[in-house]
Nanobody
Framework: QVQPVESGGGLVQAGGSLRISCAAS????????MGWFRQAPGKEREFVAA????????YYADSVKGRFTISRDNAKNTVYLQMNSLKPEDTAVYYC??????????????????????WGQGTQVTVSS
């Protein structure tokens, strides 16, 4: 499978905003669920947000709910993560990933790292205080 490619990371001050993107190819993009995860130094990879293959359902980690918004543009084979009110604790490498599940999709399913089979290489987001 072709790896998705993340972009748009960078350095931003606390309270600022950033939008990161993930361009996917190789599969029919509209048939896969897409998730964003992040990993800070010395910590495990954690779920951030996900959007179902239909685009009709979105899920967020409690730590980002109300600040981050996930969206997808199937015409561009791209998923976005708009991040507002950024905090220093949001600093991490952000990864996008693909999940092929079609039915019985739940938040628990899309929160699990092991449910995703294709991962991008990540983009660094650094939030300064």
């Amino acid at each position: 499978q072709v790896q998705p490619v993340e972009s748009g990371g960078g350095l931003v001050q606390a309270g600022g905003s950033l939008r990161i993107s993930c361009a996917a190819s190789g599969r029919t993009f509209s048939n896969v669920n897409m998730g964003w995860f992040r990993q800070a130094p010395g910590k495990e990879r954690e779920f951030v947000a996900a959007v179902s293959w239909t685009g009709g359902s979105t899920y967020y980690a409690d730590s980002v709910k109300g600040r981050f918004t996930i969206s997808r543009d199937n015409a561009k084979n791209t998923v976005y993560l708009q991040m507002n009110s950024l905090k220093p604790e949001d600093t991490a490498v952000y990864y996008c990933a693909q999940n092929q599940k079609k039915w019985g999709i739940t938040k628990a399913t899309l929160m699990a790292v092991y449910e995703y089979d294709v991962w991008g290489q990540g983009t660094q987001v650094t939030v300064s205080s």
